[in-house]
């Protein structure tokens, strides 16, 4: 059977201003089959990041569950969850490099309890960047990087741990055109058969590429909808 | 094999600790300062305690010293012994004679020794003072050139330096001028055949108490009688005493620690949003928790024992000599201080947690809240 | 009252696995009446968060309860004596307390015992992503409090009740249990020496159903491990009766001196800890023996993780038993060869 991450009637809510209950998200429902990249837009503010994050497991739903080969990963206890997030790269919308770091350093933090010396944390680390074509920066400190620059590292770091599941938030955003084709032939080259590929974006640019998303979904006042 | 994958781990955790130098060296600096402190000061209190009650076992288990109108009395040598050995349960008594007098640079004590009991402790190649002859302690400072020393009590005495004893018995020692006995009754204005006061020996220690009724009533003069408990008690205050400036350091120390850990807690809990991040790549709970308990162990341990170290080295160096000036009251030429190691260890180890511990629950407290918490609740204090 | 520093940290970490206590319990509470794992519905979800809070918590108050436990018997073995005039040992300091330190110390064992029982099932439970013991440990739970209540309100009026100025005498506790030799040799009515036979019965007994235990696959593993527990249950009181009756005398080198507290002292270089520590492990996994047989039955899924706990237990109960025996039988029969007679 091919491995699936499915999202059942997932509702969010938030506690809004004065005390009183918002939802974010109403009983989303999807199937994100292995070897399909799922393309989820929608305006601003709609849900899309909280969504990714719901997915990605880094955020629990008030109501209904997430289930990855059918089991309900997002009821599962911290330290499962934990470990099964083992299996997702994800790229956040800001990039969220730690900036004392070296680029290498970022790169490589996912991988560093699963990685038994030091020699082969470095091998992948440079892999990764190299795959981006940014491996003349490792050595740089993150906060030296421009906004583009620092995109692309989140995205080396995000596929340095060989994921199952990647979920990108926006990963061409503050990309000029040779930076946006590079990520996403770079997205395109990662499409296998056993691997989940989500991304949110408003970038024309993805949605263009006919070949690169096999499905497209809308996120509107915390419902979606596929788009045929 | 599981300890090599723990090298990169260990050097994350080191490259962790020293992503920001200056932060993580006002740590080490703070830590071991206080270790240094907090440690000098019970060190010093807990060993010079130690150290006074282990010299002390070698006192006579009771004194007893002849009282009269004036304050003390002399009491007739003979008679005394004889009085004090009809007591059952006392098993041998010997009298003193020793007071205060004036010598150069100060008050020193004097005492007059020609009992063989007596020279116990007394290196043999040290004979015994004969008449005109002192043996110095280590503090008491004779007259260089001539070689001789001027002591006046109730009479004065010139006497000529037969030897001084070794600066290891500064602490029982080191203002002590040893005399023959008649030159100790002249200083002192003692008459022959009497002396200061009488040393009891008893059968069993714990019964000293026991037989305090019993020798006050066998002589007939008001005596004082006190026993060896009484005596380390008496020390025991006077050093409590004079240890409560020392001890005052404690409460500021105590704060310092206060301030070191919650500043660690606020350092690590501003970085709950890098335990986010960590988590958000697949990091577990007890993936986090290891990195600061490594983090922990690598900025707080070599800090602690840096401190301890030191404190170590001021308390227990043989022959430190600022407790003299600081605590004791000395001006000049204080006793230089060999203190019983015996029980430092425990000592250092109680510190040692008592620093060590606030510290790594302050440093793990971001694992601890992350095991339960989802990371985007962490995440999202990034821009808080 | 005495405000002794281990007093105060005794009852300071007593207030604070009550106060983790109940918070935990009201947890607790909740899962026991409304849990639903098959429901995805916001209040089972935010049940299922509550319920990992909860073990965290649980966890913290057993340990502050097991710190202070500790410290406890530290403080009435090796320090209170020191300080409450008459007393050379846990006897005087207990009796210090007028009876209601015992007591405390009795609950303080149970409470101990039922949350090791919950920890066992926590330690299963989580190994499953989909925690399928919680609601069973939820009821574990909340059979703790109210013993946990008592625990710490009696501890609290135990030392309390401790007065300085009031000396107590530990010898008339000990030698005026009996009025006469004959009394001297027998507990409860019954002689010494029968006492010890029912000892090396049991132990025997205990052996070979733990090996029984060990070999036995579910679900005949079950009515193994339960008649290991049973004999474990029975082995403990008669195993702690000829320690103090009988072979404490090997110890004390003084016959008919029936008190336990004294094996804690230096002078017999605390051979009291690794004693009752033995008789401890085995009341402990004796229980834990069965209930884990038991739960590899009940859920299948458990069926090699609470196999392999429940064999661990029969392990340790083997070792245990066999430390002890070689404790006490040991010191017996090196008297019995340096002096040909055995103390009587």
């Given at each position: ?6 999202c ?43 969504l990714?994050h ?40 800001h ?35 190299e795959s ?39 990963p ?32 024309a ?12 979904f ?11 | ?40 000061v ?50 041998g ?7 205060t ?7 020193v ?6 009992q ?54 500064s ?11 008649n ?29 305090l ?14 026993t ?6 008496i ?42 991040l ?18 922990a ?9 840096c ?11 043989p ?6 000036y600081l ?10 201080l060999?203190?019983?190691v ?28 992350a ?8 995440l999202?204090?990034?821009?808080i | ?11 300071v ?9 109940l ?19 916001s209040?089972?979800i935010?049940?299922e ?17 097991f ?9 009435i ?57 919680t ?12 013993f ?44 010494n ?49 000829v ?27 605390f ?13 402990l ?20 993780t609470?196999?392999?706990r429940?064999q ?5 109960i ?27």
């Open positions: 059977m091919d491995s699936a991450l499915v059942q009637d997932i509702s969010l809510l938030r506690r809004g201003w004065e005390g009183s209950q918002r939802a974010v998200l109403k009983n989303v429902s999807a199937v994100f089959k292995a070897g399909q990249v799922a393309i989820i837009s929608g305006p601003t503010g709609a849900g899309k990041s909280t990714l719901i997915l990605a497991g880094l955020l629990r739903p008030s109501q209904g569950q997430v289930l990855a080969d059918n089991r309900p990963v997002s009821r599962w206890n911290t330290a499962h969850r934990d470990r099964w997030r083992r299996k997702v790269g994800i790229v956040f919308q990039p969220r490099l730690l900036n004392e770091l070296t680029v290498l350093e970022n790169v490589i933090l996912p991988i560093i309890p699963r990685v038994s010396s030091i020699a082969r944390l470095r091998q992948r680390g440079y892999e990764a960047l981006l074509g940014i491996s003349h920066l490792a050595g740089q400190p993150g906060f030296a990087l421009s906004g583009g620059e620092q995109q692309r590292v989140s995205i080396a770091r995000a596929i340095v741990s060989q994921p199952e599941i990647l979920i990108a938030d926006e061409t955003a503050h990309q000029d055109e040779t930076g946006a084709a590079a990520i996403i032939h770079r997205l395109t080259e990662w499409k296998r058969p056993n691997t989940i590929t989500i991304i949110a974006a408003h970038d640019r993805l949605r263009r590429h006919s070949d690169f998303a096999d499905r497209q809308e996120l509107r006042c915390g419902g979606l909808k596929e788009l045929q | 094999m599981k300890f090599r994958s723990s090298y990169p781990f260990l050097a994350w955790a080191v490259r962790d600790s020293i992503r920001q130098p200056l932060e993580a060296l006002l740590l080490f600096l703070s830590l071991a300062s206080l270790a240094a402190v907090l440690g000098t019970l060190l010093l209190s807990q060993t010079l305690s130690h150290t006074a009650q282990r010299l002390l076992k070698d006192a006579p288990a009771l004194v007893i010293r002849r009282v009269g109108a004036g304050g003390w009395a002399p009491m007739p040598v003979q008679e005394s012994v004889r009085l004090a050995k009809s007591v059952a349960g006392v098993i008594a010997r009298t003193r004679i020793w007071g007098v004036n010598g150069p640079g100060g008050p004590t004097v005492f007059g020794i020609d063989p009991l007596e020279r116990a402790g007394l290196p043999d190649n040290i004979l015994l003072p004969s008449p005109g002859q002192a043996i110095l302690g280590p503090g008491v400072m004779a007259d260089a050139k001539t070689g001789v020393i001027k002591l006046s009590g109730t009479n004065s005495l010139v006497v000529q330096v037969a030897a001084v004893l070794d600066s290891r018995t602490m029982v020692a080191h203002d002590l001028v040893l005399l023959h006995p030159d100790a009754r002249q200083i002192l204005g003692i008459a022959p055949g009497y002396a200061r006061d009488l040393a009891v020996d008893v059968f069993y220690d714990n019964e000293a108490e026991a037989l009724p019993d020798l006050a009533s066998a002589y007939p003069w008001p005596v004082l009688l006190i060896r408990r009484e005596a380390a008690g020390y025991s205050a006077g050093l409590a005493r004079r240890s409560g400036l020392a001890y005052m350091t404690l409460v500021p120390a105590l704060l310092a620690l206060a301030f070191i850990v919650v500043g660690a807690y606020k350092n690590q809990s501003a970085r709950r949003y890098e335990v986010g960590y988590k958000a790549f697949g990091w577990t709970t007890a993936d986090i928790f290891r990195l600061q308990l490594l983090k162990l690598f900025s707080g341990i070599p800090a602690v024992v401190g301890l170290i030191l404190a170590y080295g001021l308390v227990l160096w022959g430190v000599s600022w407790p003299g605590l004791l009251g000395w001006k000049q030429y204080p006793p230089l060999y203190l019983d015996s029980g430092a260890l425990l000592v250092l180890l109680e510190i040692a947690l008592l620093l060590f511990l606030p510290y790594l629950a302050a440093a793990l407290w971001p694992a601890i809240k095991a339960t918490t989802d990371p985007q609740d962490f999202a204090k990034e821009f | 009252m005495i405000w002794h520093p281990l007093l105060i940290a005794v009852l970490g007593d207030l604070l696995s009550l106060l983790l206590l918070a935990a319990a009201k947890t607790a509470f909740k899962i026991a009446i409304e849990w639903a794992p098959h429901s995805a519905a209040r089972q935010r049940l968060r509550a319920a990992e809070t909860g073990a965290l918590t649980t966890r913290f108050a057993l340990a502050a309860f710190v202070a436990s500790l410290v406890l018997i530290v403080a073995t090796n320090v209170l004596p020191a300080v409450i005039p008459g007393a050379m040992c846990g006897t005087g300091v207990l009796q210090a307390t007028d009876g209601l330190g015992g007591r405390a110390l009795f609950y303080r064992f149970l409470v101990l015992g039922i949350i090791y029982i919950w920890l066992i099932l926590e330690k299963l439970n989580i190994l499953r992503p989909d925690r399928p013991l609601q069973r440990n939820a009821r574990v739970l909340l059979l703790v409090l109210p946990h209540l008592l625990a710490v309100s009696t501890t609290m009026q135990a030392v309390f009740r401790i007065d300085t100025h009031q000396p107590v005498d530990c010898c008339a506790v000990v030698y005026d249990q009996f009025r006469n030799l004959a009394v001297a040799q027998q507990t409860a009515g019954i002689p020496t029968l006492w010890l036979w029912i000892f090396w019965t049991l132990t025997i007994l205990l052996v070979f159903s733990g090996l029984q235990a060990w070999r036995a696959k579910p679900p005949g593993r079950v009515k193994a491990a339960g008649w290991m527990a049973l004999l474990a249950l029975l082995w403990v009181p008669a195993a702690a009766v320690l103090i009756k009988v072979f404490s005398a090997y110890y004390y080198q003084v016959l008919h001196h029936h008190c336990p507290w004294c094996l804690f002292l230096s002078d017999h270089k051979v009291g800890i690794p004693l009752f520590f033995t008789l401890a492990v085995v009341v996994e004796g229980p834990t023996s069965f209930i884990t047989a038991k739960i590899a039955v009940t859920y299948p899924q458990f069926v090699q609470a196999t392999r429940s661990i237990a029969g392990l340790r083997l070792l245990a038993t066999i430390a002890f025996i070689g404790m006490v039988a040991l010191p017996a029969i090196f008297w019995r060869l340096q002096f040909g007679v055995w103390i009587r």
